[in-house]
């Protein structure tokens, strides 16, 4: 008996200390509730990013340029950089930029300042098919 009755006590003491209070706190009769305003503020901070310079760079291989096509917009510099072993030199088919014979690991710069399209060859493979053309886009 003595078994049955220790477990249900135990049972009954637990219960009853999960249980919430019986009596309610007094509150004081003729009093108006207190109303709290809380304030909250944001701050937004807008970075408008500082425009930096466009670049693209194509390679010049033995006898091709990659990328042969390429496609930037108005403003943006070229790189071509020499990363074959034979030499290279570059010319535009309109003559708006000319370079002279290059070496591995040098390089020539343009930046387009408007929009069209640029046919450019190095002179010295052209007939072995190393051709470009750079797009120029508003």
């Given at each position: 008996?003595?078994?049955?009755?220790?477990?249900?006590?135990f049972?009954?003491?637990?219960?009853?200390?999960?249980?919430?209070?019986?009596?309610?706190?007094?509150?004081?009769?003729?009093?108006?509730?207190?109303?709290?305003?809380?304030?909250?503020?944001?701050?937004?901070?807008?970075?408008?990013?500082?425009?930096?310079?466009?670049?693209?760079?194509?390679?010049?291989?033995?006898?091709?340029?990659?990328?042969?096509?390429?496609?930037?917009?108005?403003?943006?510099?070229?790189?071509?950089?020499?990363?074959?072993?034979?030499?290279?030199?570059?010319?535009?088919?309109?003559?708006?930029?000319?370079?002279?014979?290059?070496?591995?690991?040098?390089?020539?710069?343009?930046t387009?300042?408007?929009?069209?399209?640029?046919?450019?060859?190095?002179?010295?493979?052209?007939?072995?098919?190393?051709?470009?053309?750079?797009?120029v886009?508003?």
């Amino acid at each position: 008996m003595w078994r049955i009755a220790v477990p249900v006590t135990f049972a009954l003491l637990v219960a009853s200390c999960g249980a919430a209070p019986t009596q309610t706190a007094p509150t004081a009769r003729g009093t108006t509730p207190q109303v709290i305003a809380t304030a909250t503020a944001t701050a937004t901070i807008t970075l408008s990013p500082s425009p930096t310079p466009a670049a693209a760079v194509i390679e010049m291989g033995d006898n091709f340029f990659d990328p042969a096509q390429l496609t930037v917009k108005v403003g943006t510099t070229v790189t071509w950089k020499v990363v074959g072993q034979s030499t290279h030199d570059l010319a535009a088919r309109d003559g708006s930029f000319v370079n002279n014979t290059m070496a591995f690991g040098q390089t020539f710069s343009f930046t387009f300042a408007k929009a069209g399209r640029y046919a450019y060859v190095c002179t010295q493979h052209e007939g072995d098919g190393m051709t470009g053309e750079v797009t120029v886009i508003e």
